[in-house]
């Protein structure tokens, strides 16, 4: 046995050998045993909440532990449905204060180390997501200079579209070149109208600094080129 588990059999040991009497039959008598249970589960999962945060155990024996006492409170909780409706009051009622424990046990309902790895995963993911955004937004530009598509109102929206998605990537710099290139960029196209186009010399300008730029974007990754 581990020790949060014993700590949690003690509690509901030392509620249950209590000697006023609070029941009248069989049934009650189950009934505040339940509520013991609860209640021992509760304040031992408290305790574990603490002991992680304070790094007093390992994320392992916190993940194992955590994992014991929602399983018994889930099923718990199931059975006294009828009895117990709403846990935060019963918690209230028993002047428990145990905000952690009712976090991870009702709103969370995992160890807070499975939200990590579940939050690390989607930023991961959305990462990699807004990556290859980037990409798509280089190539176009890109490619829309060589379909010589260089009236403002064709190229500023994709330029546009470039600089918005470096931004959301927050693994670049604030002064990355791509960033900064786009910017006066857009500036300058700003001053123009719809209608003019890029000449000959600034449509080469842009393409140069677009290639440029996709080069130290693609530099910049994690992992780039291994």
């Known amino acids: 046995m581990t020790p949060l588990y014993n700590l949690y059999r003690s509690l509901l040991f030392a509620l249950q050998d209590m000697e006023v009497k609070l029941w009248s039959d069989k049934r009650e008598r189950e009934m505040y045993e339940n509520f013991a249970e609860l209640y021992a589960i509760i304040k031992a ?57 009712i976090n991870r046990l009702l709103v969370s309902g995992v160890p807070a180390t499975v939200e990590h ?16 955004e980037c990409v798509q937004n280089f190539i176009t530009a890109m490619d829309s200079l060589k379909l010589n598509m260089v009236a403002v109102d064709q190229v500023h929206p994709l330029l546009s579209d470039l600089y918005g998605s470096l931004n959301k990537l927050g693994i670049l710099p604030p002064d990355f070149e791509g960033k900064t290139k786009m910017k006066e960029w857009i500036a300058r196209l700003s001053k123009m109208g719809a209608a003019d186009e890029l000449t000959e010399q600034q449509a080469r300008q842009l393409h140069f600094d677009l290639e440029s730029s996709y080069n130290s974007f693609m530099a910049a990754l994690p992992n780039a080129g291994t």
């Open 45 to 101: 999962t408290e305790k574990l909440e603490k002991a992680y945060v304070r790094d007093v155990i390992s994320s392992q024996e916190y993940e194992v532990e955590c994992q014991k006492l929602i399983a018994h409170f889930k099923t718990l909780a199931s059975s006294l449905k009828d009895t117990v409706p709403n846990i935060e009051r019963f918690a209230d009622t028993y002047k428990m204060d145990c905000p952690a424990a």
């Open 117 to 132: 790895r579940a939050a690390a995963a989607s930023s991961a993911s959305t990462s990699a997501a807004i990556v290859a």
